[in-house]
């Protein structure tokens, strides 16, 4: 395992590309904090999926950006 023991940051993992990177890192052995804008349930189902696979942590931490002018 390429990652095993490191912690990868990871955004926009709730889709596409950045949900490939989040379960390639996962399959290598790295725990992963998983940045995304808005936590839903079809995602926080997707990360346990994910971890009970591969046995790694995911922890899904939101970003919340307000407009500022």
Same mark, same amino acid.
């Not at 390429?2 to 990177?21: P, W």
């Not at 839903?40 to 346990?48: A, I, K, P, T």
């Given at each position: ?5 490191? /912690?990868?940051?990871? /955004?926009?993992?709730?889709?596409? $590309? ?14 992963? $904090? ?5 936590? =839903?349930? =079809? ?12 046995? =790694?942590? $995911?922890?899904?931490? /939101?970003?919340?950006?307000? =407009?500022?002018?």
């Amino acid at each position: 395992m390429l990652l095993k023991d490191k /912690t990868a940051v990871v /955004t926009g993992c709730n889709r596409g $590309i950045g949900l490939s990177i989040l379960e390639i890192f996962s399959k290598n052995g790295a725990n992963v $904090i998983a940045c995304v804008r808005k936590k =839903n349930d =079809n995602f926080s189902q997707q990360v346990s999926k994910i971890s009970e696979k591969y046995s =790694n942590k $995911i922890d899904i931490v /939101t970003f919340h950006f307000l =407009n500022q002018k």
